[in-house]
């Protein structure tokens, strides 16, 4: 048995192909193909991108489970 923590819920992807930030990428299928996309272009500097230079393709028949958070900000040295 295997226990899978996430940040945020989880995003089932069955559509492929897919691309994720790959910070957010949690498990996928070993079946799939993958590789890394540039995706640093004029939406992403206006802020319409999803802010990441690079993500990760993954392509064929298979499932990719995403969290919807990059994780918990760091813990300010407040007052």
Do not use: C
């Amino acid at each position: 048995m295997v226990a899978v923590l996430t940040y945020g819920n989880p995003v089932l992807r069955v559509d492929m192909p897919t691309f994720v930030d790959m910070q957010s990428a949690v498990l996928w299928s070993g079946g799939l193909q993958s590789s890394v996309r540039k995706t640093a272009k004029l939406g992403a500097v206006v802020g319409r991108g999803s802010g990441e230079a690079y993500q990760l393709a993954l392509s064929g028949e298979g499932i990719v489970v995403v969290q919807t958070s990059e994780g918990h900000p760091a813990p300010s040295s407040g007052s």
